[in-house]
């Protein structure tokens, strides 16, 4: 189906909704009844037509209201991007698989040309032309990884990989769950998901990243995260805190469908050719409440998990304000029945 792009903004006033369309595509991320954190990856395989993962990076509905709300982010803090010098071979071949998937799924919206070292990039819905010969950064307008991180939706860390663990060496990050890249940029994997609740006890993250320190080029994988936000905020960091924060209190039982929303990351990684480093992109899915309700199974599926949600993950995910008024409002869809695994 051909994209239309809409206008949207992701603060202040609060332009944002989904088409049927994109409430049916949504990553519902809950197949059975109560959750816990776990290994979930799997391989990112070329999903339905259609579907979140038909291909490598999904552009959708929101891609140019995305942009520019990236740019905005980004022009109030420029602590959004940051790259360790090392980073520059992983920096290129991040260009390299953007260009080549997007113009490759999305040729009616992006071209690559190549001739040698000499590549041509355009954008329509953007309207960008970028000639630049590739490996040189002085024929970029910017760093090399800004530039592409900026044309495709979802936050992205590049990571270099040595001494057994992984390190958070660059990132463009502006639509984070209240997590910050100038507090994690040069950190290990065990350094920043510190502060995850009962995911080092239950042996999450030492698996996670065994998996991944034998990841394979070729072969990415998958996985999907979830949280609650109050409004259709793509920027809920900390260092923003003070903006979103507190509008979990002006949540009550009259706007609670329309103001609190399913965050769902879907979170994809990719080894890469040059660096032997790995790319980590977070895209990130909004869905408010009443829009969920249009598939009733999906509504009495949250109201199970969300009612026998463990209180460290409630209290994590900064649920604790609303959490009360989102199960009473979700259970006018649970008559109780059993529900099959699967969503
Ligand atoms: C948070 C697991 C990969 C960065 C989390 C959380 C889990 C998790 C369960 C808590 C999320 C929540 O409750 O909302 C995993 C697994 C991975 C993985 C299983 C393997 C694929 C990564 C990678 C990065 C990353 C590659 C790269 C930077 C983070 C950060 C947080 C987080 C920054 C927030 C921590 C905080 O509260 O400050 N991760 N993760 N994760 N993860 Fe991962």
């Known amino acids: ?26 990553p519902f ?91 041509t990039w355009e954008n329509k819905p953007l309207n960008i032309k970028q000639s630049f010969v590739f490996g040189d950064a002085s024929t970029m307008p910017m760093d090399p990884f800004e530039f592409m991180s900026k044309q495709v939706q979802g936050d992205f860390v590049l990571l270099d990989q040595r001494d057994e663990t992984l390190y958070a060496d660059a990132g463009f990050v502006t639509s984070q769950a209240d ?13 920043w998901h510190a502060p995850v609740p009962r995911a080092t006890e239950l042996g999450v993250m030492d698996r996670a990243l065994k998996y991944l320190l034998n990841l394979q080029l070729g072969s990415p994988v998958r996985r999907l995260n979830w949280t609650m936000t109050v409004n259709p905020r793509l920027d809920t960091s900390p260092e923003n805190y003070p903006l979103w924060g507190t509008d979990r209190n002006t949540v009550n039982p009259e706007n609670v469908a329309d ?16 660096s032997n480093g790995i790319v980590f992109s977070i895209r990130c899915y909004l869905m408010s409440l009443r829009e969920l309700s249009s598939y009733p199974r999906w509504a009495k599926r949250l109201h199970r998990v969300q009612k026998t949600m463990h209180p460290d993950l409630i209290e994590y995910k900064g649920m604790t304000k609303f959490h009360p008024m989102m199960v009473e409002w979700l259970s006018q869809f649970d008559d109780g029945s059993a529900m099959a695994v699967g969503t």
């Open 1 to 26: 189906m051909a994209l239309a792009f809409k206008q949207e903004t992701f603060r202040n006033d609060y332009k944002y909704s989904n088409s049927p369309n994109a409430i049916k595509r949504f």
């Open 29 to 119: 991320p809950f197949a059975e009844d109560q959750y816990m954190y776990s290994v979930n990856i799997e391989p990112h395989v070329k999903g339905k037509t259609g579907s979140v993962s038909e291909f490598a990076f999904d552009v959708d509905e929101h891609y140019v209201g995305e942009c520019l709300d990236k740019q905005l982010t980004l022009d109030l803090d420029r602590g959004r991007y940051a790259a360790l010098p090392h980073m520059m071979d992983a920096q290129w071949d991040f260009v390299e698989l953007t260009m080549e998937a997007l113009s490759n799924d999305y040729p009616e919206h992006f071209s690559l040309k190549k001739e040698g070292l000499n590549w």
């Open 179 to 191: 997590w910050s890249l100038a507090f994690d940029v040069g950190m290990s994997w065990r350094e």
């Open 259 to 274: 103001k609190v929303h399913l965050r769902v990351e879907l979170q994809s990684l990719f080894r890469l050719p040059r």
